[in-house]
Every structure is written in structure tokens, then in C-alpha cells.
């Protein structure tokens, strides 16, 4: 009995979504790592960030070093579970980007541009996990 095997054709679709996928696994890495070291400044010393006066949103700046760490650390896990392309690394990737996102709105008063730019990164993150659908493209 012979098998016939149906070869697989990666069209232009099906390289763009994987491009898409890495893209978003290189920024959440990135966007971990920078998170780290963002909540080990704040862990470390508090006089690196502005301190603003009667801000809607105020919180002891150990504590927010502490969530930065931490979302720092599960997004670079989560990221390699996206260099492995894996659907839950697909569905935590836009998670975690998300409360990056809110992490760093909280954390406005205290260090304005890099939250804005952290907020963005997060967002292009987003972006480049819900474009891209292999799945579908492979049947093309």
C-alpha cells in the first residue's frame, strides 16, 4: 500500500503571518526585558522616577518595581512560547501586551515618555499577534 503525502505550500500568506509572529515574539522579548530592568530601577532606588503631587493614581514605587518585574518575567516566557509558535503563547503574548499597557498608563506620573513608548511598543505587540493567522493561510 503506498501513502501519498500532500506536500505543503508556503505561499506569500503563510511567510507573512510567520514574519508577524516572530516580529510580535522579538518585541514582547524586548518589551520583557526592558520591563525587568524598568522595576529593578523602581525596586532599586526610588529617586530615579518623578514623584508627583496629588496625582489621581498613587502608589508606593517598590510595588510598581515589583509588577514590572514580574510582567517582565512572564512576557519573556511567554515569548518564547511564541518563537515555538504555540497557540497560547499567541493568546498570553495579547494578554500580557494588554497589561503591560495598563501597567504603564498607572505608572504615567511617575516616568511620562517611557511609559508612552512602552505603551505603544505594547500596542505594535498586539497588532502583530491578531494579524497573523497561519492556520488559515496554510490552506490557501
Keep these: 500500500m503506498t501513502a501519498t503525502h500532500t506536500a505543503h505550500v508556503h505561499t506569500a500568506k ?3 503571518a510567520t514574519g ?4 510580535g515574539a522579538v518585541l514582547l522579548a524586548i518589551a520583557g526585558i526592558l520591563d525587568i530592568l524598568r522595576g529593578i530601577s523602581a525596586i532599586a532606588e526610588d529617586d530615579v522616577y518623578l514623584t508627583t503631587r496629588n496625582y489621581v493614581f498613587q502608589f508606593d514605587l517598590t510595588g510598581w518595581g515589583w509588577i514590572h518585574v514580574i510582567l517582565g518575567a512572564i512576557a519573556v516566557i511567554v515569548s ?3 518563537f515555538q509558535d ?3 503563547g499567541r493568546v498570553l503574548g495579547v494578554a500580557v501586551a494588554g497589561l ?5 498608563f498607572l505608572s504615567l506620573p511617575y516616568f511620562p515618555v517611557w511609559s508612552v513608548v512602552m505603551i505603544a511598543f505594547s500596542g505594535f505587540i498586539i497588532w502583530a499577534l491578531c494579524v497573523a493567522r497561519p492556520d488559515e493561510s496554510a490552506k490557501v
Excluded at 508577524?20 to 516580529?23: G, H, Q, R
Design 14 to 16: 503563510h511567510q507573512w
Design 86 to 88: 504555540t497557540m497560547w
Design 20 to 23: 508577524l509572529v516572530a516580529f
Design 80 to 82: 518564547i512560547g511564541l
Design 100 to 104: 503591560i499597557i495598563i501597567s504603564n
